[in-house]
């Protein structure tokens, strides 16, 4: 942990806690749990990656492997997350969009088996424009990263 972080870590969010707060579902919500979350800094979630995952009937016949698109998503929803648990209950269930995707890097597959540790970082806020650093981690090593800027809509 940071010693520099003022406020302590939350620690394990379960999926219902997460559904709660985003509004993403199957098939399209990329993490299982929040390990450690640190309001207005840094989160880590958890993705479970398993067989039975709707990409993996096309993707790729003989050889399953998660696109990385997804696990780009699974960032963006680590750090919507921690935008939530930042601005309060109010902003749960809210929508949060993509507006940029920055030196994505794919560096290994991720494959059906995987437990994938997506850690985000808040680089700066705007308004309700965010943008954060992300990383996907299997077995200790770097799988994915990128830089990404999102905001929250406020309807």
């Known amino acids: 942990m940071d010693t520099l972080d003022t406020e ?3 620690t394990d969010l379960a999926i219902e806690r997460v559904m709660e707060m985003i509004p993403h579902r199957y098939p399209f919500l990329m993490i299982d749990r929040i390990l450690e979350l640190v309001p ?13 995952e709707a990409h993996f ?21 680590t750090a919507a997350v921690l935008v939530v648990q930042t601005l309060g209950p109010e902003s749960e269930g809210k929508l949060v969009y993509f507006m940029s995707v920055d030196g994505a890097r794919f560096r290994k597959p991720v494959v059906p ?8 970082e808040k680089l700066r806020k705007r308004g309700n424009v965010w943008k954060f650093s992300g990383r996907a981690v299997v077995e200790g090593a770097v799988v994915a990263e990128a830089t990404y800027t999102a905001m929250i809509r406020d309807s």
């Open 40 to 52: 207005d800094k840094r989160a880590t979630g958890l993705k479970n990656v398993s067989i039975n």
């Open 57 to 77: 009937q096309g993707h790729f016949e003989g050889e399953k492997v998660m696109p990385g698109v997804l696990l780009i998503e699974a960032m963006a929803q």
């Open 113 to 120: 088996g995987d437990a994938v540790r997506v850690e985000v």
């Open 8 to 10: 302590a870590p939350i």
